[in-house]
């Protein structure tokens, strides 16, 4: 859409279209990118993940339940989509960062289930992961506890000395009802892009990105001092 009462400066004008044509080039190469992600096939069978899951007003001490990976479909043909949250074990406190994208996820829960299946999974227990939920207000999500199986370690979002890493891990269900891993992206592309694996998930970096100061060197927090 054209300006209709702004003067712009000729130099600002063609610096805009330029910027323009960028943009388009980067809509169709994010096009690309998601049809070769859509095209990827059928994944490999998976083992039939146990999680743990409570009431939100569950505390130390609770009971909480088991829910097989499988269980997680809510209905035929739908993906699956699982968020790791970095907290439990060597992470002894919730990634601020995993946090504020969890936020998202929250408030657009109702959305995404008119298409997929989504939840998130973490290594702490759940009654700690549902203490973190009640501080932060997520109402919306289905929140899982992994802790005592191998999913996050066979992600990849775990490593040998129980460290913790933030992933998005898609599955899909076949008829046999076998689960199977469709897709999974980390932080880290190469060791030379550390942490933009993941960045389409998340707002907050791409309204800061239209923005004279950009990123910046900004990071998450867990509270603000408000």
């Known amino acids: ?7 712009e ?6 610096r805009r279209q330029e910027l323009l044509q960028a943009e388009i080039e980067l809509v169709e190469q994010r096009e690309r990118v998601a049809g070769l992600r859509r ?25 909480a339940h088991a829910v097989r990976l499988s269980e997680l479909f809510s209905a035929p043909g739908r993906a699956l989509v699982i968020y790791h949250l970095m907290y439990g074990k060597a992470q002894t406190s919730p990634c601020p960062m995993c946090t504020l994208w969890i936020d998202g ?3 657009l829960s109702h959305h995404l289930a008119q298409n997929v299946d989504f939840a998130v999974a973490a290594a702490a227990d759940v009654a700690t992961l549902r203490a973190h939920a009640r501080a932060r207000g997520w109402d919306r999500l289905r929140l899982l506890s992994c802790g ?3 999913f996050k370690y066979d992600l990849g979002s775990e490593d040998g000395e129980k460290n913790q890493d933030s992933t998005v891990s898609v599955f899909t269900l076949g008829a ?3 689960p199977r891993h469709y897709y999974s992206a980390h932080p880290a592309l190469t060791p030379e892009i550390p942490e933009r694996g993941i960045d389409l998930l998340c707002p907050v970096w791409h ?8 990123r910046g060197d900004w990071y998450a927090q867990l509270d603000y001092g408000r």
């Open 148 to 150: 005592d199986s191998s």
């Open 9 to 14: 400066p000729a130099d600002y004008t063609r």
């Open 1 to 7: 859409m054209t300006l209709t009462r702004l003067t």
């Open 207 to 214: 309204v800061l990105d239209l923005t004279p100061g950009g």
């Open 105 to 107: 996820f929250n408030a």
């Open 39 to 63: 095209n990827l096939g059928e994944g490999v069978a998976v083992e039939n993940y146990e999680f743990f899951e409570g009431p939100p007003s569950l505390d130390a001490g609770d009971e």
């Open 176 to 178: 046999d009802g076998v």
